[in-house]
């Protein structure tokens, strides 16, 4: 079965102060890793694609990696606009023909000024 | 605003009820998704169409739910006989590209009495 498990469940940062996020995934056939965020109230908003091991993504202060187990998110030099829960999804191979992505519970990340 | 729109954003209702939710989808997107997420848990696939044919039904969704897709355009989730265990938010999204990245609504949350 497809699993995805995200540590820590929450994270607290003063600003500045950089760290990552993991994201650690079993899939039958990954077919692509995907990082989104969301804020409270709010829909998640996609952040990252990754499809194979090695492969890196950047936009801002974050930069999303990928191996064949894991794969993390960085964040550097965050500032409280960061402050957001950042959801990691898998794809597999089996998971249904156009996009039934499973979702981890999240990582809740507070960025203190 | 062309992103995903949701209606009614916000639902209180007494059990034993039906509820009916909207979504409108940025409209040259052909696939359109059902999620519901639960406090503290990530986002769980309910359902997808792409145009009007509803193509994947999750092993978990009751036959208290159905959904629609009529004319492949906006896309209504019902609920029949709500239960207490169906609090959650309803969240739609739509994609025109690649599986996985999505595009999400502000969700429909629910809360049965």
């Known amino acids: 079965e497809d699993q995805v498990t995200q540590s820590p469940e929450a994270l607290r940062l003063q600003e500045g102060e950089s760290s990552s996020l993991n994201c650690s995934y079993t899939?039958?056939?990954?077919?692509?890793l995907f990082w989104y965020r969301q804020d409270p109230g709010k829909g998640p908003e996609f952040l990252f694609t990754?499809?194979?091991a090695g492969e890196e993504k950047e936009k801002e202060r974050l930069k999303a990696t990928l191996t064949k187990k894991e794969s993390f998110l960085h964040i550097t030099a965050p500032k409280p606009e960061d402050s957001a829960t950042y959801l990691c999804?898998?794809?597999?191979?089996?998971?249904?023909?156009?996009?039934?992505?499973?979702f981890g519970k999240g990582t809740k990340l507070s960025v203190k000024p | 605003d062309t992103g995903v729109s949701q209606n009614p954003r916000h639902k209180i209702t007494k059990r034993g009820q039906n509820v009916t939710f909207r979504c409108d989808p940025i409209?040259?997107?052909?696939?359109l998704y059902w999620y519901r997420q639960t406090l503290g848990q990530g986002p769980e696939f309910l359902t997808y169409?792409?145009?009007?044919?509803?193509?994947?039904k999750s092993r978990l969704l009751s036959d208290r739910f159905s959904a629609e897709r009529p004319k492949g355009s906006f896309s209504t989730l019902e609920i029949q006989r709500t239960e207490q265990g169906d609090s959650a938010m309803y969240l739609c999204?739509?994609?025109?590209?690649?599986?996985?990245?999505?595009?999400f609504g502000e969700g429909s949350r629910l809360t049965v009495l």
């Open positions: 169409f792409q145009n009007e044919a509803q193509l994947e």
């Open positions: 999804a898998v794809l597999g191979r089996y998971g249904g023909s156009q996009g039934n992505l499973i």
């Open positions: 990754l499809y194979s």
């Open positions: 409209s040259e997107h052909n696939r």
């Open positions: 899939v039958s056939g990954l077919r692509g």
């Open positions: 999204a739509s994609t025109g590209g690649r599986a996985g990245e999505l595009f």
